[in-house]
């Protein structure tokens, strides 16, 4: 699909398709201006360290399993640990690709039978 040379090129890559799909549902549109309009628009963002970053991508995560309906925001802190607990004894490696795999599978707002 993409001629991918390194994980630098597939990072470009996947922020130019995040762009296009922002376009497409009629969000801004970064395309004429990646490298100048989004960079500037992302350097919001500059101070951050990478565990600021990943928890912001938690946020994320939460907040679209809320918005289609998971109750998430219901639960306890203490519940959602107890939740989790099986997950945490998963090395990185198969949370990543569990997160894959229903990454795939959740699309954007629904699943889809892949």
Excluded: D, W
């Amino acid at each position: 699909m993409f001629p991918v040379t390194s994980s630098h090129q597939r990072n470009a890559y996947k922020v130019y398709c995040m762009a296009a799909e922002l376009n497409a549902i009629g969000g801004t549109n970064y395309l004429g201006g990646l490298a100048t309009t989004l960079v500037t628009a992302a350097n919001i963002f500059q101070n951050l360290h990478n565990e600021q970053i990943a928890a912001a991508h938690l946020v994320i995560a939460y907040n679209n399993a809320n918005s289609a309906g998971a109750g998430l925001s219901s639960l306890a802190m203490t519940t959602a640990a107890r939740l989790v607990k099986h997950l945490q004894a998963c090395t990185p490696r198969q949370l990543e690709q569990a997160e894959l795999l229903l990454r795939c599978k959740l699309g954007r707002a629904k699943a889809y039978p892949q």
